[in-house]
């Protein structure tokens, strides 16, 4: 018993309450230097400036009441000093009960500019601001020595210090005034923290932060390169017994030369710049900003999102529990279908006379998947015959089915549909109640005839027939063209109820008394693909007719909504957003929310565990915890996609399929195999 004490007892010091699971991001805009503080039962976090829509916010603030849902509020320092010219870095607010004021410390660039940057101080009555500067700065000196400013009260003497420091020189501190207006008549500052103290890190020491724990005063920086194309930073500790110190580093406690308590990881680069608070159970946060991973992009450094994780001490220095979400590991591609290389070396003219177009290699493109029985999966695809889109007596693309016995580790096709005259593509598949398998396409005479057809297989897709025409505009040659008048990318859904219902990409109302380039429409049918009901608009926006949203994909979450991805080009340039729904038909009005680092081409999965994976022609793979609120991104499948669909194949595994560009030209369908972790 009392050996189970003494270890209860440890397990209390260790952490005194559960603390907060948060996903990260919680801002996933420009939010670099976050400084977070908890007053009056609210959580409020301060940045650097940024410009949002055109506007420059000097000091820019948040607000939340959880941790995780964060609303910018606006400039906590609207009017800017008059002895401050730009460059409005690195807040820190601090409420003191004695002067019963909330104090805003921060560095700007000088009017004069042979001051180079000084550090500044305001003051307000609520945690919003807005925050009033006492009139000159506090210090001004060379390059950007005198910036990152962290106020701190000693908890045990009550003495007012101001921390500070970068631009390769150490970090300071100095003792203030007892209403921060000043340095204390007498101070002078003192060195703690050097550069080239570390193996690595070590240019540059700036960003300090001083935390008291269990009688010792921690002292977070940050090093070195914040910024840019190459950044190279981290967040290091140091420890004393003093707010003064002297300070030992991590490295030099236990001999390893490295102080790092937070570095990059696959999904973050460059973190740093950290403040650290506590929550009303007393659990330890460190908030800092971050550059996304972003696999196969080049990296700028010109958005520095929020994020929050939780800090514990142990064995007397701070560990980081990183909250980097769900992540994926990756097997070598299976070929579904590598068609031989079809080639036109010449030009063949459009429907309608139009002029025609350079044709190059083709393969197969846009695979769509379908779970049947155990391990067997269909796979329905596009193949090149012949150019198509192209007034030809044969058509051009056809649909393919192939199957998989073994969890798409192997496929063999099984069927070829086809419409003479006309070309079909954009194919999906679903499995009735009863067996069958429907499949949905476009089959389109370029610019001239666009209808939406379903297709039955009561054979597992050996054999079909045409079912019905979800939709469809019929014009003379050329008719249908400039601006193109079609129905294009439908994929199905089942109901609450049973119903089938179907979505796809509308542009027969460009020519409306009220006119939209591209809508997403959606139909349902009463009998199980025979027929369809009215058309209902699912993403539009009223006023913006230049809006295309198009390629829908949806599910249905495991909190029983719905919910759609789609890409809207024109002025959204295609990137990717999100609708839900409750009951699968009944949708808001607009265009919804994006997702970030998606772009074109959507597709979206959920898991069994309620887990959202979204992937797009962007390559990158984003996975959400919270039905969409909040995503990360994580390892891509591919470096390069196109059209990609995703579906979970066993209870951590997934499938991403991609139209996989080829060295011979044109394309292949191909499938990789991922692992998914919690």
Same mark, same amino acid.
């Given at each position: ?21 948060? =996903? ?34 000097? $000091? ?38 004695? $002067? ?16 180079? #940057? ?28 005198? /910036? ?22 150490? $970090? ?11 340095? %204390?008549?007498?101070?002078s500052p003192k060195d703690l923290i050097f550069p080239a103290r570390e193996k690595k ?46 300070? $030992? ?26 403040? =650290? ?20 992009? %080049? ?47 010449? %030009? ?40 198509? @889109? ?26 070829? +549909? ?51 025409? *979800? ?23 089942? +109901? ?7 979505? @796809? ?18 139909? /349902? ?47 959204? #340039?295609?990137?990717? @957003?999100? %609708? ?14 994006? /997702? ?15 887990? +959202? *994976?979204?992937?797009?022609n962007k390559s990158n793979i984003s996975i959400s915890d919270d039905y969409g609120k ?20 066993? #209870? ?22 991922g692992q998914v972790s919690e």
């Amino acid at each position: 018993m009392k050996a189970l004490s003494i270890i209860a007892a440890m397990l209390f010091c260790i952490s005194t309450a559960a603390q907060q699971k948060i =996903i990260n991001p919680v801002i996933d805009l420009d939010f670099p230097d976050p400084t977070v503080i908890r007053t009056n039962g609210k959580y409020y976090a301060y940045a650097t400036n940024p410009n949002r829509r055109g506007k420059t916010l000097h $000091i820019q603030v948040a607000g939340s009441t959880d941790l995780q849902n964060w609303a910018i509020i606006g400039d906590a320092l609207p009017q800017k000093p008059s002895w401050g010219s730009h460059d409005f870095w690195a807040p820190h607010v601090i409420y003191d009960q004695q $002067i019963k004021k909330y104090v805003l410390f921060y560095s700007a660039e000088s009017v004069d500019t042979t001051l180079g #940057k000084c550090l500044g101080v305001a003051y307000a009555d609520k945690p919003e601001g807005p925050f009033v500067d006492k009139g000159t700065p506090l210090i001004c000196g060379e390059t950007f020595v005198n /910036i990152d400013p962290m106020a701190f009260i000693d908890p045990v003497s009550g003495r007012k210090l101001l921390y500070w420091g970068s631009a390769h020189k150490p $970090i300071k501190v100095q003792e203030m005034t007892d209403d921060w207006s000043a340095f %204390k008549p007498g101070s002078s500052p003192k060195d703690l923290i050097f550069p080239a103290r570390e193996k690595k890190y070590d240019r540059l020491v700036e960003g300090a932060w001083v935390d008291y724990y269990n009688g010792k005063y921690y002292l977070y920086y940050s090093g070195d390169n914040c910024c840019g194309a190459n950044p190279s930073y981290a967040v290091l500790v140091a420890r004393a017994d003093k707010p003064e110190g002297p300070f $030992i580093t991590l490295g030099e406690e236990n001999g390893t030369g490295s102080s790092v308590v937070l570095e990059m990881n696959e999904h973050w680069i460059g973190p740093g710049h950290n403040s =650290i608070f506590t929550d009303a159970k007393g659990n330890r946060y460190i908030a800092y900003h971050a550059i996304a991973a972003k696999p196969g992009e %080049k990296i700028t450094g010109d958005i520095r999102v929020f994020l929050i994780d939780p800090v514990e001490y142990r064995n007397g220095w701070p560990v980081v529990k990183r909250q980097n979400g769900s992540s994926i590991s990756w097997t070598d591609s299976v070929d579904v279908r590598n068609v031989p290389v079809f080639e036109d070396k010449g %030009k063949v003219s459009e429907a309608g006379g139009t002029s025609g177009r350079s044709h190059g290699r083709y393969g197969a493109q846009y695979g769509r998947l379908l779970p049947l029985k155990g391990k067997t999966w269909l796979a329905g695809y596009t193949i090149s015959r012949n150019n198509g @889109y192209a007034k030809e007596p044969d058509g051009g693309l056809e649909l393919e089915i192939a199957r998989s016995d073994d969890n798409g580790r192997n496929w063999k096709a099984i069927a070829t +549909l086809s419409d003479p005259g006309r070309d079909l593509d954009n194919a999906q598949l679903i499995q009735l109640a009863d067996k069958s398998i429907l499949l949905s396409c476009r089959s389109v005479r370029w610019q001239e005839s666009y209808r939406l057809y379903v297709y039955r297989s009561t054979d597992n897709g050996l054999s079909w027939t045409k079912l019905s025409t *979800i939709d469809a505009n019929e014009g003379k040659p050329g008719e249908l063209g400039k601006p193109d008048k079609g129905v294009y990318e439908p994929h199905f859904y089942m +109901l609450p109820d049973g119903r089938l219902a179907v979505m @796809y990409a509308s542009e027969k109302h460009v020519t409306d008394s009220v006119s939209y380039s591209q809508i997403i429409s959606q139909k /349902i049918s009463p009998d199980q693909g025979k027929t369809w009901g009215h058309e209902i608009w699912v993403a539009y926006e009223p006023g913006h007719p230049e809006s295309r949203p198009g390629m829908p994909v949806w599910t249905r979450m495991k909190n029983g909504q719905y919910i759609v991805v789609y890409e809207i080009c024109g002025p959204e #340039k295609c990137n990717v @957003y999100y %609708k839900t729904s409750k009951d699968g038909f009944t949708w808001p009005v607009g265009l919804g929310t994006p /997702i970030p680092n998606q772009w074109a081409g959507p597709y979206i999965l959920s898991l069994s565990d309620g887990r +959202l *994976i979204v992937t797009s022609n962007k390559s990158n793979i984003s996975i959400s915890d919270d039905y969409g609120k909040h995503w990360h991104t994580t390892s891509a499948a591919w470096n390069r996609t196109l059209w990609p669909s995703i579906y979970q194949s066993g #209870k951590k595994e997934i499938m991403v399929v991609n139209s996989a560009a080829r060295p011979e030209g044109g394309h292949a369908i191909k499938v990789r195999i991922g692992q998914v972790s919690e």
